[in-house]
Structures are given as C-alpha cells and as structure tokens.
C-alpha cells in the first residue's frame, strides 16, 4: 500500500498491534479487522507492507505474547525503523505471562540478550541496544478500571509502586527469586535502540 512516495505523508510514531487503544499521534495498525485502527496488517505474513528505515518510535504495548514468530517480529521492526529509533514494548512477564487464553509466552529480563552480538547463548542476528528494562506488578492501569471497584484499584496501585520500586532495584534478582513472593509480575517493559550504523 505505501510506495516511496507515500511514505513521505505517513508519521513516524507506529503503533503496532494497537486493538482498540489507538494512539493518537501515532500510525496505528493491527491484524484484527475488528481493530480502531488505521490499516490492518497481517502481522504472521513477512515482510510488512512498511516502508524501511522509516520509524523513529515504534510502540508494542502487550502484542508480542500473542505472535507466532515474535523474532521475526523483531526483525521486520528492525527494518523499518531509522537507524537510532526506538522499539518500546511491554509484555507479559512470564511469572504471569498466561493469564490470557491467547498468550503464547511469557517473557523475562532476559530477553534483550538475544539481541547483542557478543550473547553466545543464542544471538538472533539482529541487533538492539537495550536502554531500558522495567517489571510493573499492576500492568494496564486502562484495562483495571473496567474490572476493579476504585477501592480495588487504588490498593492494587498503590501496592504496585511499593513493589516496582523494590523489583527494579535489580530486575534480574526480582525475575529469579522473589517476584513469585508477590504473585508475580504482571509486565516487563523494554526499550531498545536500533544501532546508528
């Protein structure tokens, strides 16, 4: 649908898998017809029909546990954001990573090591600088409001900053020993830099 000279007038904030949050300022999509979104795109069929090295934000808010083939995922991001943009994403994290019928996985701390050149362990071949990882106890504070009388919602809140602010003094120990003391954590949140060159 975009040819070069289209791109031009798209923005370039993406919002991808947006369901029914749009963002405004932001080009929303989402392989759900149902979506309030601007374009639908099968999101399992590569490559997107995206410009490359168009986006300077990219945002993933709760999409990846439902994907397939979420590296994939991560490289058609890859390929369509500018050299220096930004991949932020927030995800289940695997503690409480299936509490929805449709989430494939959880994720963990971890993950951004995937995306680092010198991780042995299991290196993707796409790169990402890590800028930012995040564990949040009560996630999708929108969603809440929905479900929860107020009194539920102010305790579940404020009982979440008292546990982010302990959980984030190092997520890697809160992921491994006591995220699972509070029920674990409901969102990992990362932000990740495509390189320069």
């Not at 749009?22 to 029909?49: C, H, M, R, T």
């Not at 808010?61 to 890859?78: P, R, S, T, Y």
């Not at 009388?149 to 003094?169: E, K, T, W």
Request: charged fraction near 20%; charge should be negative.
């Amino acid at each position: 649908m975009y040819s070069d000279d289209s791109s031009s007038t798209l923005t370039e904030k993406l919002n991808l898998g947006c369901g029914q949050y749009p963002k405004d300022g932001f080009f929303n999509i989402d392989g759900d017809s149902n979506a309030k979104a601007d374009q639908v795109v099968d999101l399992s069929e590569f490559p997107y029909d995206l410009p490359g090295s168009h986006f300077e934000l990219v945002e993933a808010d709760h999409l990846f546990e439902h994907l397939d083939n979420q590296i994939k995922v991560m490289g058609e991001i890859h390929r369509i954001l500018k050299p220096g943009g930004i991949l932020h994403m927030r995800v289940p994290h695997f503690s409480r990573g299936f509490t929805h019928w449709d989430h494939k996985r959880g994720f963990d701390v971890s993950y951004p090591l995937y995306f680092q050149k010198n991780f042995t362990g299991g290196y993707t071949g796409i790169d990402f600088d890590i800028q930012k990882v995040k564990l949040c106890w009560f996630a999708q504070p929108y969603l809440k409001k929905e479900t929860l009388s107020p009194v539920q919602y102010f305790l579940g809140s404020a009982l979440g900053q008292i546990f982010d602010f302990f959980g984030n003094l190092s997520p890697y120990a809160c992921s491994r020993i006591w995220c699972f003391w509070v029920g674990g954590f409901e969102e990992v949140e990362f932000v990740f830099k495509k390189p320069e060159n």
